[in-house]
């Protein structure tokens, strides 16, 4: 897996270009993606990421933030 800090930002990046919101959970716990703080805190490569976006640009935004988890190889499912 590639460096976490530049993974979180692009995460962040992505999800801020919409105006859907964008949120990751895994396990118990729910963090917003356009908070580039709570992306740095919880990124591992370990984690089964599951996929929340809701709003008037939701499709975009689950092709880009889909294409971003693929591209660096991280475990998820859009909800």
Same mark, same amino acid.
């Given at each position: 897996m590639r460096n976490t800090t530049e993974?979180?930002?692009e995460i962040s990046k992505t999800?801020?270009?919409?105006?859907?919101?964008c949120v990751l959970k895994f396990?118990?716990?729910?963090? /917003?993606?356009?908070s580039i703080l709570g992306v740095?805190?919880? $990124?591992?490569?370990?984690?089964n990421y599951e996929l929340y976006v809701m709003?008037? /640009?939701e499709d975009e935004a689950k092709r880009a933030l889909s294409? $971003?988890?693929v591209r660096y190889d991280l475990s998820?499912?859009?909800?």
């Open positions: 993974i979180g930002w999800a801020n270009k919409f105006k859907s919101s396990g118990k716990i729910i963090i /917003d993606a356009k740095f805190v919880t $990124l591992t490569e370990h984690h709003g008037p /640009d294409d $971003l988890f998820y499912i859009i909800k």
